[in-house]
């Protein structure tokens, strides 16, 4: 009995120090790979929206799954990342100038108190019997795209400082999509075999979760990249100043 009871401590004892030892290896591992969590993330992101895409120019270029891998990344760059870059360089520039036009007094916003009562009678008698003048309202607003275009001003500069940091997280997120792309079934096999669940279950789980966050991402993008795209070009027929910036801001507040 007194063996028994040794025996019993001593793999108490074995348990806790390899519970000790296996937290201490994730936090380690975890604090390793923090300053990497982005393009770790935006990797495993891209990888799961455009794995269809993956599977296609595998099918197409007859289960070379590194010439897949690479056609889809080429994919991803020419019609999410160029567009994506080029449409900053725009907002960029319309950011500096608004802010810029804006503090100095040189641009105010395209309609005045006056013009709004003479276009929407019923929106000025209805906002002045709360109280609310239109003066007011047209200072708020130009205040709030002041504040607006400071903070993407601002924001834009730490940007260009963190220029090399940020491409060589990018390039690294290439190289882990890359993996992710030509090894997921095989991946996908580990994290499951790993898991206690069932693997039957566990299959059907990641499916369900792939095709859900897949479809929501994708009307998510589809109606904030609709909604800026209109917004914009509406701006621009009507000759609103920085019509790109502002197109932004309403595909970015759709997104939210």
Do not use: C
Request: glycine letters at 8%.
């Amino acid at each position: 009995r007194g063996n028994v009871q040794r025996i019993m401590r001593e793999q108490s004892l074995q348990r806790a120090f390899f519970l000790g030892l296996l937290l201490l290896v994730t936090v380690a591992f975890l604090w390793l790979i923090g300053p990497f969590f982005k393009p770790i993330f935006w990797a495993v992101v891209l990888a799961t929206l455009f794995y269809p895409t993956f599977q296609w120019w595998e099918h197409r270029l007859g289960g070379h799954a590194i010439g897949a891998s690479v056609t889809t990344i080429a994919t991803i760059v020419l019609i999410v990342i160029v567009p994506l870059f080029l449409v900053g360089l725009i907002v960029a520039t319309e950011a500096a100038s608004v802010y810029q036009r804006l503090a100095s007094g040189e641009m105010a916003l395209p309609l005045t108190a006056h013009e709004i009562r003479d276009m929407l009678p019923a929106v000025a008698d209805f906002l002045e019997r709360f109280g609310v003048s239109l003066q007011e309202v047209q200072t708020r607003l130009s205040n709030a795209a002041l504040s607006i275009s400071q903070f993407l001003a601002t924001n834009l500069v730490a940007f260009g400082q963190n220029a090399l940091r940020g491409t060589a997280l990018f390039f690294l997120m290439l190289y882990l999509l890359f993996f992710f792309l030509r090894d997921g079934d095989h991946l996908l096999d580990q994290i499951i075999g790993g898991l206690p669940i069932g693997d039957a279950r566990e299959r059907q789980l990641f499916r369900k979760v792939a095709e859900v966050s897949r479809a929501t991402l994708k009307g998510t993008i589809v109606i904030g990249l609709v909604q800026g795209f209109l917004g914009g070009l509406i701006f621009w027929i009507l000759g609103i100043e920085a019509a790109a910036l502002w197109g932004v801001v309403m595909g970015v507040l759709s997104f939210l």
